[in-house]
Each structure stands twice: as C-alpha cells, then as structure tokens.
C-alpha cells in the first residue's frame, strides 16, 4: 500500500515550475508511505512515490522501470493473482528483475496495453509513462478500493492519491464547486467523478484513463453483468459462497509484514476472521474498539468471536474527546465526508497499526447480500405494493407521505410517511430518497435556498439514479444493491477505510470486496438472499456453520459514533465557538440562521439533527483547514443555483 502522485505534458516538455511541485506533493502522502519515497522525472513526466512495504520489501521499490527504461511505474495497492500473471508473462518472454507485484503489472501492460487490467486481481490505482508511445495510462480497480485523483491544470495532467496532494502544485487554482457542495450536505460525500473543486476529479472505479496526443481519455472496463441467473438450491449456494470467500480470503494473506482483521461483533467480520483462522491458525490477530455508550459497542460479540477461533485479540473501550478526533479525521479525509464512523475508524485503524501493518475486514457483505434491512426491506416492500395499486392513486398517496406526521414518538407500525411518500415517485427516486440523509428541501433550507420537494432537481439525483436505473436485473432490492455498490460503497466506507487506515500507515484488505464473490452474489436472486424482514439470509446460513454460538441472529449494528450526544451534550459550546461564530466560513455556504435554529432544537431534544450538524462542522474545519479560493460572493452564488432548479 502506498501513495502515488505525478506530471504529464499534454503537449511538449513539462513546465519546470510545475515540475518542482513534485516533492510537495509526494511529501503530502509521506503518511501512506512510511517507508520510503522516490521519483522519477523525463522531460515529459515526473512520477513520485510513497512506500509501505508489503511484498518484497527488499527489490520492490518505486517508481519502477522495465527492461530496458521505457516504461515507468507508479503503483498503490496489492495484485493477488500476481504469482499467476507472473508465470504467463514469464512464458511470453518478459523477464522479472524483482518478485514484487508492481512489476507484473509493468509487464502486463507491455504484453496486454490498456487490456492488462482485465487480468489484474486485486486493488489498485496505478499509472504508467509509456515512453515509446509518449503515453500516459492509469488505472483503478473494480470497485474502488484505491483512490486516484486526477486534474488537468496549465496543459499539465496532476494525478495524487489523495486530494491534498495536488494542492502543493504551482497551477493549482481551488474553486470550489457550490453544486457539489449541495450534493455534499444531502448525501455525506462528493459523489464521484466530482470532488469539492471544479474540474478536479475522482477516476470511477472499474476505469481506466489515458493520455494521448493531447487527449484525455476515460474508458468503463468491468461492471457487473449477470444478475438472477443462479437457480441453485440453498445448500449448493452457501457451498459455492463458502469455497468462494475462503478463496478470496486466502489470496488475501500474503504478506512480509504482520496481519490481522478488524472483528466487530458481525457475521461479515466474522466470516472473515473463521478463514483466517484455518489458513493462519494460531497466529491470527484482532483489533476491535467501541464507545462507553453501549448502543456503540460490540466488544463483547467481538470478543466471543476472538476467543472462539483463539486469535490474540485487542479491544479498547473509547473515552474520545471529539475536540480531538475531528481534527486528524477531518484533516486526513481530504474532502469534507459527513459519515461520523470515521471517528471509530480512525480509533480501530491505530489500535490496530500497533500490533500489524496488514488488516483485513468485512466491508462489502451488505451491498451484494442485500443487508440493508432497513432500508432494502421497505424498497422491496414499496415495489410490490406498487405491483397492485393503480398507478392514478400514486400522487394521492405520495401527497398523503408528505402530511403524514413523523414525530419518533408514534408507534413504528404507524410511521409510514416515508412509505407512502416513496410510493408517489418512481423506484428510482424512492431509491434517491432512502439514500439522502437530508432531503432537498432540506438541503436547500439549510443553504438559504428556495425549497424544492421534487428530488429530481437536486444536483446529483441523475447520477445517483443511474446505476439504479441501468441494472438489467427488474428486482428493485438488486436494483438498490447494484446502486449502492456503485454510489455508496466507493464513495464513503471505502474512503472512510482507505483514508483512516492509511493516516496510520496500515493496509487494508477486503475479500466480500473480490470481484468473484461481487459478482456470484448478482447471479443470486434477491429472493434467495433477503427473506421476509431480514436480508442477508445466506450469509447468516453460513455464518450459523461456522460461528459460535448465537452471533449469526444478532441484528446488524453498525460501526458509529454517538456524534449527536456529543453536540448536545458536551461538545455543545465547542459547536457554538466553531460553527455558529461570526465570521465562521460556512457562512459563504449555508445559512447561519437555520444552522443555529436546527442546533437550538437539537440540543433542547426538540429534533434529531446529528447528521445536518456535523456535515456543516466537517465543512467548517474543512475550510478552515483548506483555505479554498472564493470565486463569487455567497449572493451571486445562490442566484446561480436557484437560476437551474
């Protein structure tokens, strides 16, 4: 795992101001690569690389050359399948100097061009100067594990892992882009491919991107295809999801450095932990934490799990002052991210670098197994209601949602505003809806904007929708899951994961992540994986197999932080000086007004803004911290937006 940055000339030789950036901005990722750094300049490109070193430590270094010079790589991540893609290319001729991994990815674009990625498993972003052809190729893997960000300024092509990087570049410019801002607050996150500032972007996972002649060129090369096709019996399916996810495990530990797994008290972290423990036996190693607040613990579950399979496991208690936390999350997210378990994440990936430089995890179970249960289990509800009701009722019973009360205090049987409001638009914006922590009019209120109710006006409805609307499959819980898999998860777990684990320098693996477990759990209807009010059910089949106890019936938890105790409570005057001050930088952004009066009743118990408060804090000590360039005043900004909706 390491982080990569570099230079490209669309056209002639390299500035040499732009040039002398490099080092900042590789210096800028020196936390993702504790271990080294090195370079390589042409008169056309400069590459930079931070190191942490997990296979071949000795021969691995970077940037990395072939044969004889003409090409260069830069490179972050791991290729599983790299002994394998070895002995092919070994076959055909290339020659290895070291046993690295970056090395057969060299090789393979040598042998393969652009098509080398379909051959590469594992996680990845990497770029390669092809100096015969005066090319520039960059890739990230399949589900967007490793970041790769990307902008063309003064004719030059920057790339970076981490947004920041790009900063320390003499073109940088920094505009701020209002309309992502918008998406920001509604979502939690700068949804893919735009980021904070205009014209500087995230490369989509399962893309590839080249420049030639001058051009800048983004190709999609993999994405699920299959979907419902597998009409096995439950038995042959668990079996095939057994052998499938012990494979990916396996693939997944190799290491020269010492490795262990992230254990929550969930089946996914556990189903991770019990391959581990066959391959690896008793050297297996843990690392769980959890808050005081027991509705944010699953120490005890973890621990159970950890004794179970005789791992040496680490479980710390969390007293965090968020006074202390907010600074280091929000710093090393790179972008304002508004999904507190960062804070967790942040903690667990410490506790852990202290005993391993490699960790796997469970992250992915949820997307392709259909875990969401609250959110799955009404959409799949939603859409066979609007099998039977006459499509002529839909805008009544829409309208009925949006009067319905919604006071937390109601019975849940009688909390169905949301439902019926859902069963006023099409799946795909009922989809929108359930993924939007704030709905537009919201999001619009709380920037001092006309309220809109359509959220198809929100400026990234269109992208969020379009996966959802895209997938072959007609199950709306497929439908949602392929969504997810292409909106949420690459967009805020995996950030969260690869930004908080790597402020630490500690890699982290993800086998329900592997592409082959991805897509076998397409090819399974939905039916099969979320029966009745529960989802995941052939997930839960395997874990009774291989879990002790009871831990395959415990209601998924979550991995988050009582953020909102935390504003009302004690953080509340540490809320008011930062956020709510004169002068506070949000207030280029949002109105202060509402901000306060949403505080005012957060902290008189009257409302639950949790997540509206600590989306603007993060956007506050973002700005704070950033000190992005303000191209219009807030009027001016405002009249554009309200102009397009």
């Keep these: 795992m390491c982080g990569i940055s570099g230079l490209f000339a669309l056209n002639g030789q390299l500035d040499p101001e732009i040039r002398r950036s490099l080092p900042s901005m ?66 055909k001729g290339h020659l290895f100097r070291t046993s690295s991994d970056t090395e057969a990815i060299l090789h393979a674009y040598e042998e393969f061009g652009p098509a080398c990625v379909e051959r590469l498993e594992g996680m990845f972003a990497f770029a390669i100067y092809d100096g015969r052809r005066q090319e520039l190729f960059a890739a990230r893997d399949r589900l967007g594990k490793k970041p790769f960000f990307y902008a063309v300024l003064d004719e030059v092509l920057h790339f970076a892992s981490e947004l920041p990087a790009m900063a320390h570049s003499a073109a940088w410019v920094g505009d701020i882009d209002l309309s992502a801002v918008e998406g920001y607050l509604s979502l939690g ?25 001058g051009r800048v060129t983004v190709r999609q090369y993999w994405d699920v295809t299959e ?42 972290s556990g189903l991770i932990v019990s391959y581990m423990a066959e391959a690896i036996g008793d050297r297996l190693v843990t690392a769980t934490v959890g808050f005081g607040d027991t509705a944010h613990n699953e120490l005890e579950a973890a621990g159970v799990t950890a004794a179970h399979f005789g791992a040496e496991h680490h479980a710390e208690v969390l007293q965090p002052r968020l006074d202390e936390a907010i600074g280091p999350v929000t710093e090393r997210l790179g972008e304002p991210m508004a999904d507190a378990s960062a804070i967790p994440t942040w903690y667990v990936s410490g506790v852990a670098r202290r005993h391993v430089t490699v960790a796997l995890t469970g992250d992915g179970g949820d997307e392709s197994f259909a875990g969401y249960d609250f959110r799955y289990v009404p959409h799949a509800i939603e859409a066979t209601v609007r099998g039977w009701m006459p499509s002529s009722l839909s805008p009544a019973v829409g309208w009925l949602g949006t009067q319905w009360p919604r006071s937390p205090r109601l019975p849940k049987v009688l909390r169905i ?59 709306a819980v497929q439908k949602a899951g392929y969504a997810d898999l292409k909106v949420y998860m690459p967009n805020d777990p995996l950030v969260k994961a690869d930004r908080m684990s790597m402020a630490h320098g500690l890699e982290l693996r993800c086998p329900l992540l ?14 099969r994986k979320q029966q009745g009010l529960h989802g995941k059910t052939l997930l839960r089949q395997l874990a009774r197999r291989r879990l002790p106890g009871q831990l395959w019936q415990l209601p998924k938890r979550g991995f988050t932080a009582p953020i909102g105790g935390w504003i009302a409570g004690p953080q509340a005057s540490l809320y008011r000086e930062e956020v709510l001050r004169p002068g506070a930088n949000i207030a ?3 109105d202060i007004e509402e901000l ?50």
Aim: neutral net charge.
């Design 26 to 91: 590789n210096g800028a990722l020196a936390h993702r690569g504790p271990d080294g750094d090195g370079f390589f300049n042409d008169s056309r490109v400069a590459f930079g690389h931070r190191r942490l070193a997990i296979i071949d430590r000795a021969g691995g270094r970077q940037p990395m050359a072939n044969e004889d010079g003409s090409c260069w790589i830069v490179f972050n991540g791991e290729i599983y399948n790299h002994r394998a893609l070895r002995s092919l290319l070994e076959s």
């Design 588 to 590: 280029n952004y949002l």
């Design 189 to 213: 996150y700068f949804l893919a491919p735009a980021t904070i500032y205009r014209d500087v972007y995230k490369l989509l996972p399962g893309h590839w991107l080249r420049v030639a002649q």
């Design 227 to 268: 979907f419902d096709s597998d009409r096995r019996s439950d038995a042959e399916l668990i079996d095939e999801i057994d052998n499938t996810l012990r494979q990916a495990v396996t693939d997944r530990l190799e290491s020269e450095v010492p490795l262990g797994a992230f254990l929550s008290g969930g089946i996914d």
């Design 514 to 527: 592997d592409r082959r477990v991805v897509e076998l759990a397409f090819r399974i209807p939905a039916a």
């Design 596 to 645: 306060s009066t949403r505080f005012h009743d957060h902290t008189a118990g009257r409302a639950d803004a949790g997540y509206a408060l600590w989306a603007a804090w993060v956007l506050e000590r973002w700005l704070r911290g950033s000190r992005p360039r303000q191209v219009a005043s807030r009027r001016f900004e405002i009249a554009a937006i309200g102009a397009t909706s």
């Design 417 to 475: 505003g949301t439902l019926a409001e859902n069963l006023g638009r099409d799946p795909a914006a009922a989809y929108y809806s359930d993924l939007a922590f704030l709905k537009p009019p919201d999001t619009r209120a709380l920037m001092g904007l006309p309220p809109i109710r359509d959220p198809s006006l929100s400026p990234v409805f269109e992208a969020v929708t379009e996966p959802y609307r895209r997938c072959p499959s007609p199950d």
